[in-house]
């Protein structure tokens, strides 16, 4: 569960392309991460993937099944959204709870799944708080449970931190990455910070232009930059 196969996927607005065919394994469990500076398609490669955007050409596979043109609802990804998307007259527990609501889940299994998702995320001291009376971090905790509960065979995240201050950033960061581990659920981190791609990634996708100049593990990439803008963008020494 959670692979994820670009096949020549191109995307262009109006008549401006901005994703050149582009072909990208994720595999099952891994941490990706995709990294460039601002503009360069992070984020529209990500809602192609999570079916947010059409692709205008080329296929996306999602555990061996022609994903391409089902709605993001039936693709079986989660998508993080930053923790102002909260509901603030709502407990935590109901936002957490609120996408198994939308889908009329049997209310037990709502319940063992907020629970879970709460207990996996250290909230469950605060479960019947609102949005309102948590830290920054808890919120984007609750950011998280919400996408957990949904049980998605991959996580994406769209710079999910970017509004932390630096403190709390280092500490999400480091949560998310215990996250990975204990669910063993492949993630998607877009990010245009080089540090949270070389602590985070197994795996780092660096984005030029919608181009992809370089895939490899973040030792491979300090190691051997392909080219000058990977080694300045990776920080590498050459
Ligand atoms: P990043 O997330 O890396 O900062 P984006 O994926 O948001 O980059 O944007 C990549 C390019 O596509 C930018 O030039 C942006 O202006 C353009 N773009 C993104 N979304 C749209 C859209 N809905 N309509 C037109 N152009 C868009
Ligand atoms: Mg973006």
């Given at each position: ?7 020549k996927v191109t995307k262009s607005f109006g008549d401006v392309n901005v994703i050149p065919p ?40 999602i555990d061996g099944t022609d994903a391409t043109n089902l709605p993001p609802a039936k693709r ?16 935590v527990r109901k936002n957490i709870a609120f996408p198994l609501k939308m889908a009329k889940m ?133």
């Amino acid at each position: 569960m959670g692979q994820i196969t670009l096949e020549k996927v191109t995307k262009s607005f109006g008549d401006v392309n901005v994703i050149p065919p582009l072909d990208l394994q994720i595999n099952e469990g891994e941490f990706v991460v995709f990294v460039g500076p601002s503009g360069c398609g992070k984020s529209t490669l990500l809602r192609l993937i999570a079916g947010l955007e059409d692709v205008t050409s080329g296929a996306i596979k999602i555990d061996g099944t022609d994903a391409t043109n089902l709605p993001p609802a039936k693709r079986g990804l989660a998508m993080v959204f930053q923790s102002y998307a909260l509901y603030p007259h709502m407990s935590v527990r109901k936002n957490i709870a609120f996408p198994l609501k939308m889908a009329k889940m049997d209310p037990a299994e709502q319940e063992r799944r907020v629970n879970y998702a709460a207990k996996v995320l250290n909230l469950t001291d605060y479960i019947d708080r609102r949005p309102g009376q948590l830290s920054g971090g808890q919120r984007q905790r609750v950011a998280i449970g919400r996408a957990i509960v949904r049980e998605p065979s991959a996580f994406l995240f769209d710079e999910p931190l970017s509004n932390l201050d630096a403190s709390l950033r280092v500490n999400m960061r480091l949560e998310i990455s215990e996250l990975h581990n204990s669910l063993a659920t492949t993630m998607i981190y877009v990010t245009h910070d080089q540090v949270e791609a070389m602590t985070m990634a197994d795996k780092i996708v660096v984005l030029r232009a919608g181009n992809i100049e370089q895939v490899g593990s973040p030792l491979e990439l300090y190691r051997n930059p392909r080219n000058t803008f990977v080694a300045g963008f990776i920080g590498s020494p050459n």
